[in-house]
């Protein structure tokens, strides 16, 4: 089932929290939704499980209308909010036959259906807990298993791993790519390793616009087209070499590494590649290139780069 959204526009007042996006989620896609606070993450994701209603826009979930079948859609949901509440006091197997009754499950699917929860979110040992007792990463699972006990279609996931250890981390990581190959996914979060070790695809909203969409490979690709070098060049003069190198037609900067002696930072001109040029440079002069290194541009880089202003 895909999620697709057209021109959505979303107000607070007279302020645009989402202004005129539009994008498409496809079944067995995980999608990450990035984005720096008050950029219209949760907004969105609000607007999608049917919990705002749009100012402008059409937004569908699969064959229903978020604004004119707002309880069918929610059959196809499931939602894992920022902050999970939960209720602590209960045991985790009794909080999943509550939600399934609440989701209107058939009874004589429910206990079959809790089970299978228990099994893929990996809550054998703690089913029979009050969730209070939990730890984090546990409580998430239950989040997840709470998301999924009606068997959606479409996952959405508000900062699924927020408060957790490097290891719980890693576990509902792997757990919702699992999830992820038969569902549609929309995850958004702000820990990037996560979003790029988890999602297919990557969509970069600042102030209510869509600034980038496609998978990290992609952009690191179009992050300005640039290339970005160090380079040592010995049996030379420092000074000589920087002056040299700036006048390369590739080259729109140098910059001296501190603590390395005759070594540079270079950034090539947009879609263009310097390390020829420098190649020939230093033939040309006798000198010795040591070290040549291409610098993959970080998706922190990117993500810096697109939400700065």
Not at 100 to 128: D, F, T, V, W
Not at 151 to 169: C, F, H, K, R, S
Not at 231 to 252: C, G, M, P, R, Y
Request: hydrophobic content about 35%; proline content about 4%; overall charge negative.
């Amino acid at each position: 089932m895909d999620i697709i959204v057209e021109n959505l526009t979303k107000k607070y007042g007279t302020q645009k929290a989402i202004d005129n996006i539009s994008f498409k989620v496809k079944t067995g896609e995980i999608l990450g939704f990035l984005g720096p606070n008050g950029a219209g993450k949760t907004t969105t994701m609000k607007v999608l499980i049917t919990f705002l209603i749009p100012d402008e826009g059409n937004i569908r979930i699969g064959e229903f209308n978020v604004i004119d079948q707002p309880e069918k859609i929610k059959r196809h949901i499931g939602y894992l909010s920022e902050n999970n509440p939960l209720y602590s006091e209960m045991p985790v197997i009794d909080y999943l036959k509550y939600t399934a009754e609440l989701y209107g499950l058939p009874k004589s699917k429910i206990k079959n259906r809790i089970l299978e929860m228990i099994n893929i979110c990996g809550l054998q040992g703690e089913k029979h807990k009050n969730i209070g007792e939990l730890s984090k990463g546990y409580q998430q699972r239950v989040g997840l298993a709470q998301a999924l006990i009606h068997d959606p279609e479409v996952l959405i996931l508000d900062e699924p791993t927020a408060g957790l250890d490097p290891n719980q981390i890693i576990e509902i990581r792997e757990l919702i790519k699992k999830i992820g190959k038969e569902k549609t996914v929309l995850l958004s979060s702000h820990i990037l390793a996560e979003v790029e070790a988890t999602c297919d695809r990557i969509m970069i909203i600042n102030k209510g616009k869509i600034v980038a969409d496609g998978t990290a490979k992609d952009l690191r690709k179009h992050a300005q087209g640039k290339e970005i070098l160090q380079v040592t060049i010995e049996d030379s003069d420092k000074n000589d070499v920087f002056k040299n190198l700036q006048e390369l037609k590739t080259v729109s900067l140098v910059d001296f590494i501190p603590g390395k002696e005759s070594t540079f930072e270079i950034q090539s001109n947009p879609e263009t590649s310097s390390r020829r040029s420098i190649f020939k440079l230093c033939v040309d002069n006798g000198w010795t290139l040591t070290e040549m290194t291409v610098f993959e541009t970080k998706l922190e880089d990117i993500f810096r780069e697109l939400t700065m202003n």
